[in-house]
């Protein structure tokens, strides 16, 4: 036996003596695998069948009402010393986090199956790839697990030749909110999560591993892990540019990802290829380039919105082999949401749907479904040297004052423009939607170390041979008077993406403004768009006043990391500040 899978065993009978299962199956990502796990899921009311003859191999899994969205308040990054979780995240002593949560974990699995799940974050022979394994005792998890990851046997040959890997415990527990963490020990590549079943919180290779673990081993190996989707733009004369997005969640990134051109780019040939929708991971290449791959192997997407008319490929993908959770369902047992056709008969909680009990679907109701079922999926998203990034994108919603697009002048202007990102919260996280908050990069849930060494690691990406993409901001979500969005957005938003491309191959025009490089409404593609010119200037001016407000509000922003803040990002927003004023 190899000593890591000596090590794996070792964890696991360590963990069987705290959490006390009646039995443990080792997962093997097979097709007999998940087909009695579906069993014994729809024996135990885990899981509810779908229309076969609509929807076949699609199921619905109910959560506990008062367990649907991530739990910011709950989630903890336990280092050593406080500073190195930084300000931006919760955290607690590592010794009293295992007290607190093996107390939760002790006895926590009596008469249930522990699951042991090997798992890969990315293609199974890339070097850019990371294994973990999971040890849950939901069967929910399991079936995820393997749509969402490289789950089993070949993930597991990995780990033994590799040595390596980050562990994740979870547990339904109780479902109770108030006997519920999530926890991470990044010195120790660990962690432990109790008492919620819901994606982002119980799916560790996602969140958990992919974002908060992986960003503190991206930092100290010189690579990044981002909350980015990743798409690839063919032009008409056929060459592929990809994009990687950093918007937070419920922002547009799966829409943003699976666009479908507007019919007068596909008449000219423009293509969009899917290569990831919510994570990403980038590293230098020897071109100088950025490198980056998708480590998910499937989409955890929100359904509420989705529909033919906004995101025709994610509707494309999900009528057969897939998990909808907390969606309503229609009288003849069909999934529905808020945007489809059709009338709901039941809501998320099985209910009769009646609307004096809110939507249907709840905000957050979630599809998973493989990638390989996507019809844009792109026949580079499993190259294992990953795509070359062209441009990176920031944005959020904003209601007001942030302009449709601008580009930074260089990279430093651009971690300044991620590092001051804002958006109003949405319904993927537990408490009030339509907040304003800071969140740079979006990684404000997942950055799994102090924000301020985390934009100093960005920033070192500048540096003597660095051939880096061009950094840019958009913002869909801008609203008019009327309170209506103002921007068309789904697959007019290729007209922003064509801008961007042909910035990055010095062909589009612009107005340098303090804030960056704007487009004028002549410099944008508006063939064929349903636009008053009156909305495209607003889009596209510059509110001088209220980017005053702006640049002293980043500032303070900046100020409360203290002395660790980069001295640069400093300098540049005083540098905004001096242009906006003068
Ligand atoms: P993600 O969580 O970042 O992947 O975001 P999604 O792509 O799932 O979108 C979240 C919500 O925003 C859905 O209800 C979408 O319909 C909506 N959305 C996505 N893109 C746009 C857009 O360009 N304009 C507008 N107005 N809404 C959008
Ligand atoms: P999202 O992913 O970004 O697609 O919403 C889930 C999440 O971030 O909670
Ligand atoms: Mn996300
Ligand atoms: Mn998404």
Known sequence: MSSSLAALNRWVDEVARLTRPASIHWCD??????????????????????????????????????????????????????????????????????????????????????????????????????????????????????????????????????????????????????????????????????????????????????????????????????????????????????????????????NLAMLIPPEGYRKDGWKVWTVGDDICWMQPGPDGRLWAINPEAGFFGVAPGTSAATNPNAMAMLDRDAIFTNVGLTADNRPWWEGLPGTPAKDWQGRDYDPANGPAAHPNARFTVSARQCPSWSPRAEDPQGVPISAIVFGGRRASLVPLVFQARDWTHGVLVGAAMGSETTAAATGAVGVLRRDSMAMKPFCGYNFADYFAHWLSFDRPGAKLPKIFHVNWFRKGADGKFLWPGFGDNLRVLEWMIRRVGGQAGAVETPIGYLPRPQDLNTDGLDLAPAALAELLSLDREGWCEEIESIGEYLESFGARMPAALKAEQSRIARALAG
């Not at 695998?33 to 069948?49: F, I, S, T, W, Y």
């Not at 010195?187 to 919620?196: A, C, P, Q, R, V």
Request: with cysteine.
């Open 29 to 254: 990502g097979s097709e007999a695998e998940h087909a009695m796990l579906v069993e014994r899921m729809l024996a135990g009311g885990d899981l509810l069948p779908l229309n076969p003859d609509t929807h076949p191999r699609c199921y619905l899994h109910r959560s506990h009402p008062s367990d649907v969205a991530r739990v910011e308040h709950l989630t903890f990054v336990c280092t050593r010393e406080r500073e190195d979780a930084g300000p931006n995240n919760h955290w607690m002593a590592p010794a009293e986090a295992h007290a607190k949560i093996d107390g939760l974990f002790a006895g926590c699995m009596q008469g249930r199956t522990m699951y042991v799940i090997p798992y890969c974050m990315g293609p199974i022979d890339s070097p850019l790839s990371r294994c973990g394994v999971e040890i849950t005792d939901s069967p929910y998890v399991v079936a995820n697990m393997r749509i969402m990851t490289r789950m089993g046997a070949a993930a597991q040959a990995r780990i033994e030749r590799e040595g390596t890997f980050v562990k994740g415990l979870h547990s339904i527990g109780e479902l109770d909110p108030e006997r519920r963490f999530i926890m991470h020990f990044p010195e120790e590549l660990t962690i432990k999560s109790y008492g919620s079943g819901y994606g982002g919180n119980a799916l560790l290779g996602k969140k958990c591993h992919a974002l908060r673990i992986a960003s503190w081993q991206a930092r100290q190996e010189g690579w990044l892990a981002e909350h980015m989707l990743i798409v690839g733009i063919e032009n008409p004369e056929g060459q592929t540019h990809y994009l990687a997005a950093a918007f937070p969640s419920a922002c547009g990134k799966t």
